[in-house]
């Protein structure tokens, strides 16, 4: 399956064999951004793109949304390269609170209660890897389940969590993408994990999918 990224970057051929290399660090991709360096900017989507979408994903509960605010997220990091410090942190921090900023005025344009409604067409139409039906639709059922245990907790809750728990962020890098003090991001983590105590099969579920 093609992914996020390869979709969305410029000049690339999906399925296409890469030589190996040496990568460049994010912050030397971001000076080439500076510069308007177009193959500086495709690495950096290829590298973060898909996680940063699976982010928005888990946080909107809608592949539309995810698609359009993590392209938007991207055209950000183009537009204001020159913004970026590395006094600020790493820049996939960077990358996340530009994204989580973008889902904060959605859900404010939208007016919406920053509970996300499952998207279960989007979970029906995954790809039937099995032949096995009724594990493909237990899976169908998890995946709904998790989607509706995170709608239930409010939106710092279910970021914290998710930066923490899914996306590897460590608690002081999380604090900083939510701008937030670490004893505040603390808190929220033991909130959102005693709001969801009786679901810890789903918490280990979301590092799976």
């Not at 995170?150 to 970021?159: E, G, H, I, M």
């Not at 998710?162 to 900083?176: D, H, I, P, T």
């Not at 003090?181 to 909130?191: D, F, I, T, Y």
Request: aromatic share 6%; glycine share 4%; charged share 25%.
């Amino acid at each position: 399956m093609t992914s996020f990224a390869a979709e969305c970057a410029p000049g690339t051929t999906p399925g296409k064999i890469q030589i190996a290399s040496k990568q460049p660090a994010d912050e030397d991709l971001i000076i080439d951004i500076r510069r308007r360096d177009e193959a500086a900017f495709a690495q950096l989507l290829s590298r973060h793109l898909d996680a940063v979408h699976r982010y928005i994903y888990r946080l909107t509960g809608s592949h539309h949304d995810a698609d359009e605010l993590a392209q938007e997220t991207f055209l950000r990091v183009w537009q204001k390269a020159g913004s970026y410090k590395a006094s600020h942190g790493k820049v996939s921090t960077w990358l996340y609170r530009i994204a989580h900023n973008l889902c904060i005025d959605e859900f404010r344009r939208t007016s919406s209660d920053a509970k996300a409604t499952p998207d279960a067409a989007a979970i029906e139409a995954l790809p039937d890897t099995t032949a096995d039906q009724e594990s493909l639709l237990a899976q169908n059922e998890q995946l709904l389940a998790l989607q509706e245990a995170l709608n239930a907790l409010p939106l710092t809750q279910r970021s914290a969590l998710l930066l923490c728990q899914v996306q590897g962020f460590s608690n002081l890098e999380a604090a900083k993408i939510l701008n937030i003090g670490r004893r505040a991001l603390e808190s929220l983590l033991a909130r959102a994990r005693r709001n969801l105590r009786n679901n810890e099969n789903l918490i280990k579920l979301m590092s799976q999918i």
